[in-house]
């Protein structure tokens, strides 16, 4: 059944119920072993959603438009309390402006932030500066910045 639902759900393939009934029906006449029916398979689905709450939500606009908004705060919470994907995040530094939310940030940024987020380039009265380049310092010494702060 699961396999089935994960054809049958990808999100690059799109199927009508007279399509999955079809190639329900094809499955049986080949004699495959346990084919769902296609209520079993959409009763799943509406087992699954109840259970594990769908992120989803539809929106209208006042001008009639339709859109669909996803609970990025509930998705980062399963994550978490999955003890298969919890251990593979990454908590990156926060800068919120002037100011950081927690010293735990201002931790991060300074010494253990992953390159690939840290700031490549910085404009100092005007001009810009990039890392891993080599720079001149004002008393005619010279360096490669790793990272600016």
């Known amino acids: 059944l699961f396999l089935t639902d994960l054809l049958l759900t990808s999100p690059r393939l799109r199927f009508?119920?007279?399509?999955?009934?079809?190639?329900?029906?094809?499955?049986?006449?080949?004699?495959?072993?346990?084919?769902?029916t296609l209520y079993a398979i959409k009763k799943m689905r509406q087992d699954l959603r109840c259970l594990v709450r769908d992120p989803t939500k539809k929106v209208v606009s006042p001008s009639g438009n339709i859109c669909y908004i996803n609970d990025i705060g509930a998705a980062v919470a399963k994550d978490y309390a999955n003890p298969l994907t919890q251990f593979a995040m990454s908590n990156f530094p926060e800068d919120?402006?002037?100011?950081?939310?927690?010293?735990?940030?201002?931790?991060?940024?300074?010494?253990?932030?992953?390159?690939?987020i840290v700031t490549p380039a910085v404009r100092v009265e005007g001009k810009i500066f990039f890392t891993q380049e080599l720079l001149q310092q004002s008393n005619a010494s010279y360096f490669i910045p790793e990272r600016f702060f």
């Open 16 to 36: 009508w119920d007279a399509q999955i009934s079809a190639m329900l029906r094809w499955a049986k006449a080949l004699h495959a072993r346990d084919v769902p």
């Open 96 to 116: 919120r402006g002037g100011y950081m939310s927690e010293a735990q940030h201002g931790f991060k940024m300074l010494r253990n932030g992953p390159e690939g």
